[in-house]
């Protein structure tokens, strides 16, 4: 058994707004997109729109129990349960299966300051740690913090109790939560997934991780494929992307309208030798058969050498139209793959026949989605 | 012999396991350590204890990693124990395991030692702040920490070194992980989508910030002394879970495989169950209609009745909540009959290893069914009335059991179920 699956559901967020239209209107403007250079800087943020919580975490208790990247991703949750006609169906919410792509949880920053400092004169810095630590953390931050709170957040504020996984590993980790969402519903092991991933970029502790690894871009904004001359690099967005999949038959029963099909996913771990990355961009437009006259919707981070490689391919396909949408919300990691498919359903219901997200990790993980129109 | 369940899926069968906890390393330790009733619980010396309410655990200290930090013990632990399954299993060829790979990792961060250098190699010595973490780590010098502390990389490496296809999935879903991992590769074998798939859970976590989370959450056993009496799974007076640390892994494969190869079965995944629960963050819904709902739906995915179930592995974290609401769920499910069910909680020896302990009481579910000897649960001196249950009291027990149900619930209204059994029915 092989069924269709069609995307019934989409919420987006990031520095742009909080729907397709606004992303789209930026996309056509070529604008440059908003940033933060002056909270982190050197280092520059895509921060995300201020948002009125209440209209989808209605309960302060549960706007405070999270810290902002689980907000983000339950607010862009609600926003795609109310687009699929789901919000207010306890029912259909109740088997509804989740997969959310995420990272971790965020830290108390101050604390962490305060012990770095006083450590160092610590007579015993093990002892020392162990004081501060049970004095100073918050009991409830380690809610905040879990991968799998931002799957029970939203199980809690929106009452999505079918299967609740979470999938981590960066930008894969968005990748394979559409590929296995769709294979699920494709062999008919569930009609309705709600899937995506959210990412606050407006955190010292994850701009450590990717300056550990000198992944950051610090210079005055250039697009995601003007960077590599001066050695690449990415600037995170705060944003989060969920879409509600499900078979067409089930949306058809429920009279809910599809957005678009979404035809294939492919995700694979290429080993980054020089011409792997292309190759297997060109093997993944091939397995899942897209045209040339189809709009790339590009996650290129701007990482080099990896984006260049990703543009030259792109120029051997012949694409329509190519989005970066780095360019638009900055780089989302778990989240990536996930905004690209919102903004391709967004094109596809508005007259694009077909679409293609990639996906490219700035350091493993490449893959691409395509999607055609609904009808 | 059939090759399908009732159902016309692919039955699952599987070929090789592996397992490490503080008990020792590989099945035969820990299989002689859990049915002589032998706890791996002890006192840390990792690091200091003072200060600290809780200052036991299961930590796996044989095993050595470096630099030693949660995701390389993590990562030591998981290839111990899919060295141990795949060698079993001897599917495929070294290097070139014929399937994929999913596998439930601690969530990882930067810890304590890597802050503490980069606030040392930043030159700032009074009002350090991540500005300063920052300039350290711009110059280069600490590169190799982006990789180790990503999500990503432990699945990364296993899938390196043992050649198995496609993107690792790497997960969570915080205490149920491990069982999670299990599902993840039941589901893509059942949907024909690989042969094979290397299932696994790790979890070498122990360090103090993670001990202190779960401590001011109150979830912690306080009963240091002696540190091999603090796990009461079950008993009146429990009064928390013990961490613990461990791996274990399973090759499940398509069974109709396995057979034409002529691998050697050792039992089935016969069924899994699962349901959220939207109550709270910490707690099970009061009626436990999540944890009866992800039981029966396992018992039902195996074509089976309640009436099926010779064993309960349970999820016996030792938490006052959690055996509460597991015994509830199971008279539920099983009816009057689950008072005669012998049901016992491994954790009452090994602790609870948290990502890894549905995939690490999979696999004792299995050697249960193989060595017809059920593990008991230890440290069973005062009974619960609220829990009439047959909980294997501190003493190993032999008995014919053909079908399991391994429970695993966590965090964030997480419920997994499987059933496991020698034969399908």
């Known amino acids: ?375 | 012999m059939a090759h399908r369940d009732r159902q016309g899926r692919p039955l699952v069968a599987v070929t090789g396991l592996g397992v490490v906890t503080s008990l020792g390393q590989g099945r035969e330790d820990n299989w002689t350590a859990l049915t002589a009733g032998r706890s791996g619980i002890h006192a840390i010396n990792r690091f200091p204890t003072e200060a600290l309410r809780t200052t036991i655990a299961g930590t796996v200290d044989f095993v050595a990693a470096e630099p030693f930090c949660a995701p390389m013990l993590s990562e030591r632990l998981a290839m111990l124990a899919a060295e141990e399954a795949v060698g079993e299993a001897g599917a495929g060829r070294t290097g070139d395991f014929p399937g994929a790979l999913f596998i439930a990792v601690p969530p990882v961060e930067l810890e304590w030692p890597q802050r503490q250098a980069l606030a040392e190699a930043s030159g700032q010595n009074d009002g350090v702040t991540y500005r300063d973490l920052l300039g350290a780590a711009a110059t280069g010098r600490f590169k190799p920490w982006h990789d180790l502390f990503l999500f990503g990389t432990v699945a990364d490496r296993i899938a390196d070194r043992f050649g198995t296809k496609g993107s690792p999935i790497s997960l969570s879903t915080a205490c149920s992980s491990g069982a999670t991992a299990i599902q993840l590769g039941v589901e893509a074998i059942r949907r024909g989508e690989t042969d094979a798939a290397l299932c696994i859970g790790t979890d070498g976590s122990v360090h103090a910030e993670a001990l202190i989370r779960f401590s001011l959450l109150s979830a912690l056993s306080t009963h240091n002394d002696p540190p091999e009496a603090a796990a009461k799974p079950f008993a009146k007076n429990r009064d928390g879970f013990v961490m613990g640390e461990g791996a274990a892994a399973l090759v499940i494969e398509n069974a109709e495989a396995a057979r034409a190869r002529g691998a050697a079965i050792l039992g089935y995944v016969l069924g899994c169950g699962e349901r959220g629960d939207g109550f709270h963050r910490t707690r099970s819904s009061p009626d436990g209609a999540p944890i009866v709902a992800a039981i029966r739906g396992a018992i039902e995915d195996a074509g089976l009745t309640p009436d099926d179930i010779d064993y309960v592995n349970a999820h016996g974290t030792g938490t006052p909540e959690n055996d509460k609401m597991e015994s509830m769920g199971c008279m539920a499910v099983i009816g009057e009959r689950m008072k005669s069910v012998p049901i016992s909680s491994n954790k009452s020896m090994i602790g609870h290893t948290l990502t890894a302990a549905g995939a690490v009481e999979a696999v004792m579910s299995l050697l249960t069914i193989r060595s017809g000897r059920i593990p008991p649960t230890i440290n069973y001196h005062v009974p619960d009335p609220a829990i009439p249950l047959d909980v294997v009291p501190n003493e190993a027990r032999d008995a014919d059991v053909g079908i399991v149900l391994s429970n695993s619930f966590g965090f964030g209204g997480q419920n997994t179920c499987l059933v496991i059994g020698a034969e399908p029915k």
């Open chain 1, 1 to 375: 058994m092989m069924r269709e699956v069609v995307i019934t559901g989409v919420g987006l967020v990031s520095c742009v707004g909080e729907d397709a239209e606004s992303h789209l209107a930026a996309l056509a403007s070529g604008a440059p997109p908003r940033l933060d250079t002056t909270t982190f800087a050197p280092y520059a943020v895509h921060p995300a729109v201020h948002l009125d919580y209440d209209r989808q975490i209605p309960k302060k208790s549960d706007q405070r129990q999270m810290e902002p990247w689980q907000r983000l991703g339950v607010y862009a949750a609600g926003l795609a349960l109310e687009t699929a006609g789901a919000k207010a169906d306890a029912g259909l919410k109740g088997r509804m299966h989740l997969i959310v792509a995420a990272g971790g949880g965020e830290r108390d920053y101050a604390v962490d300051g305060q012990i770095l400092t006083g450590i160092r004169n610590a007579a015993d810095p093990g002892v020392f740690l162990n004081e501060r630590l049970m004095s100073d953390l918050r009991p409830t931050l380690f809610l905040a913090q879990l991968s799998n709170l931002l799957a029970g957040n939203i199980s809690i504020v929106h009452g999505v109790t079918g299967a609740s996984r979470t999938f981590m590993g960066e930008e894969s980790a968005g990748l394979d939560a559409i590929r296995v969402a769709h294979a699920r519903i494709a062999a008919g092991q569930g009609d309705i997934f709600l899937v995506g991933g959210a990412y606050n970029a407006e955190r010292p502790d994850v701009l450590l991780m990717f300056e550990l690894g000198g992944f950051l871009w610090k210079k005055p904004f250039r697009s995601v494929w003007d960077r590599a001359a001066e050695g690449g690099g990415f600037i995170p967005g705060s944003g989060a992307a969920f879409l509600v999949m499900e078979a067409r038959e089930h949306a058809a029963r429920r009279g809910a309208t599809p957005l678009a099909a979404l035809a294939g996913v492919v995700s694979e771990r290429t080993r980054r030798t020089p011409g792997a990355l292309p190759a297997a961009l060109a093997r993944h437009w091939a397995t899942l058969g897209a045209s040339p006259g189809a709009v790339v919707l590009s996650g290129a981070t701007g990482v080099s050498p990896a984006s260049e490689e990703e543009r030259a391919w792109l120029t051997t396909v012949g694409a329509a139209t190519i989005h970066a949408t780095g360019d638009l919300v900055g780089h989302t990691v778990e989240a990536q793959a996930p905004t690209g498919a919102v903004l391709a359903t967004a094109l596809l219901q508005r007259g694009a026949a077909e679409a293609v997200v990639t996906s490219v990790g700035h350091w493993r993980g490449d893959g691409a989605i395509r999607l055609t129109r609904a009808e």
